[in-house]
């Protein structure tokens, strides 16, 4: 059965560094998804993703964070210069609407700012 | 700005116990998607329900849509502990199909 993959599974990062976290959407899936998960809390939209720009984007996502689709395959996100309070779980997500349209998630990246 | 809320937050419960789980949210959508999570996990797409009325079920687990009420419902019957985890409700964007995540509701079934 196709999966999104995410990669790396953890990083750890010392506060101001510049992250990317990797995601391989499923192949025929048009619609991509950024969420994060701070521990213990609820799962917040980030951004989404359609036709190669961003169709949406949350008050959390500002100008330190940024999204792309450099080839067929691989979605990034990428925060510029982190800060401890993006320590999180971020999960990558896609999508093809239809009559059965599910949206699956990756495996998630858990992201550490020291 | 959508809101989406579940209740309870926690439950604990016996084996062979039926509850339910609900999930109301503040403004119109036809899109309502129930999801797991264990522990440090992803999570694991259970229903999609895409019109008022709709009911699935799968296993223990029943889930229903009012979308008049913007109510839905996550019945578990007869627990067993295997269903132990935590469980979110999210209401999805017609446009852009982003989801609204409730707080989720974390379900410990005892022996």
């Known amino acids: 059965e196709p999966e999104v993959t995410q990669t790396p599974s953890h990083q750890v990062t010392q506060m101001g560094q510049e992250v990317i976290l990797r995601c391989v959407p499923i192949s025929n899936h048009l619609y991509f998804y950024w969420y994060r998960q701070i521990l213990g809390q609820k799962v917040e939209f980030l951004v989404s993703?359609?036709?190669?720009?961003?169709?949406?984007k949350s008050e959390i996502f500002d100008d330190q964070f940024s999204v792309e689709r450099p080839d067929g395959s691989n979605f990034t996100l990428k925060i510029r210069s982190t800060k401890l309070e993006d320590s999180a779980m971020y999960f990558c997500a896609s999508l093809t609407p239809g009559a059965r349209e599910t949206q699956y998630f990756g495996p998630g990246t858990r992201l550490l700012v020291l | 700005e959508l809101k989406v809320e579940q209740n309870p937050l926690f439950l604990s419960m016996q084996e062979g116990k039926n509850y339910t789980i609900y999930c109301n949210y503040s403004?119109?959508?036809?899109?309502l998607y129930w999801y797991r999570q264990d522990p440090g996990k992803s999570l694991e797409s259970l229903f999609v329900?895409?019109?008022?009325?709709a009911v699935k079920q799968e296993g223990r687990l029943m889930a229903s849509l009012d979308t008049k009420a913007r109510l839905s419902t996550l019945h578990i019957t007869a627990a067993v502990h295997d269903l132990s985890a935590t469980y979110f409700c999210a209401v999805g964007s017609s446009n852009t199909g982003k989801l609204i995540f409730g707080q989720g509701t974390t379900l410990q079934v005892k022996p």
């Open positions: 403004t119109t959508s036809d899109r």
């Open positions: 329900l895409l019109s008022n009325g």
């Open positions: 993703f359609y036709n190669n720009e961003i169709s949406e």
